[in-house]
């Protein structure tokens, strides 16, 4: 995961971890199979980012659309590993363009690496939580919830996008039965 | 060894990811990965014990398919 972070940034295309990984880095940490980006980009150019991979990572060239969030990605598989990592191209949509301008830069032993904000991972993963069947999705927004704290968080504004997209009853629901710890 | 309610597990769960560095927890999922994988990959091998190498990664690959699939299917 942090190969591909780091091929981006070399790249100069803007980038951020969404999903599993930044539920575990804001929440509670759990296993995934993928890793999930979303860049900034115009055009890919995906001869040379497969080329500043390496010859222990596949970069599928064929652009593919997830049909739920209707995104469309590329897929890199680590060959060693089984391990994958979507590109996700960021989307015109308002809340996709709102967090990634509010995207959080961490800092690590070997570089930087921009994550999305504890609040959009929340709303995100509400959003796409098909009404809360989704255990994963519940899970990990509840994660976030306790790990940062209401206090930290700014209520408001997961509260704004939860009217927009039809979670609001949802994340009232989270927000009233994560324990205080 | 201490049973402990489920409360209390998140509880820990909650403190130690606010004490756990931004690297630790960056790489927590592939780390969590790799070490699911393993453990799958040994269930693989004695479930075929017959299995070749290059057969259990496909097996697993197989499962991770499956995985995929029950969940889209919810």
């Known amino acids: 995961m942090l190969a591909v972070a780091r091929a981006l940034d070399a790249a100069g295309i803007a980038f951020m971890l969404v999903g599993a990984f930044s539920a575990s880095f804001h929440g509670i940490a759990r296993s995934t199979e993928d890793a999930d980006f979303v860049l900034r980009v115009d055009d890919l150019n995906v001869g040379a980012l497969s080329r500043s991979l390496g010859a222990t990572f596949r970069l599928d060239p064929q652009v593919k659309l997830e049909t739920f ?3 469309s990605y590329y897929t890199i598989r680590h060959l060693d590993s089984d391990f994958s990592v979507d590109l996700f191209l960021l989307k015109e949509d308002p809340h996709d363009q709102a967090s990634f301008s509010r995207r959080v830069l961490v800092s690590y032993g070997a570089g930087n690496v921009y994550v999305s904000s504890p609040e959009d991972l929340v709303v995100t993963k509400l959003r796409w939580s098909q009404g809360g069947r989704r255990a994963k999705d519940i899970s990990d927004a509840r994660g976030v919830l306790a790990v940062q ?10 509260r704004r996008w939860a009217d927009a997209h039809g979670t609001r009853e949802l994340l009232e629901t989270l927000l009233a039965e994560t324990p205080a710890i | 060894m201490e049973h402990l309610p489920v409360d209390a597990l998140f509880r820990e769960k909650v403190l130690r990811a606010r004490a756990a560095p931004a690297e630790r927890k960056l790489l927590a999922p592939a780390r969590l990965f790799e070490y699911a994988r393993g453990i799958a990959m040994a269930g693989i091998r004695r479930q075929h014990p017959e299995a070749t190498e290059l057969e259990v990664r496909e097996l697993f690959r197989q499962r991770m398919k499956l995985g995929r699939e029950l969940e889209r299917g919810l």
Not at chain 1, 151 to 157: I, M, N, S, T
């Open chain 1, 149 to 158: 704290t209401p206090a930290q968080l700014d209520v408001a504004y997961m």
């Open chain 1, 69 to 71: 969030t209707m995104g």
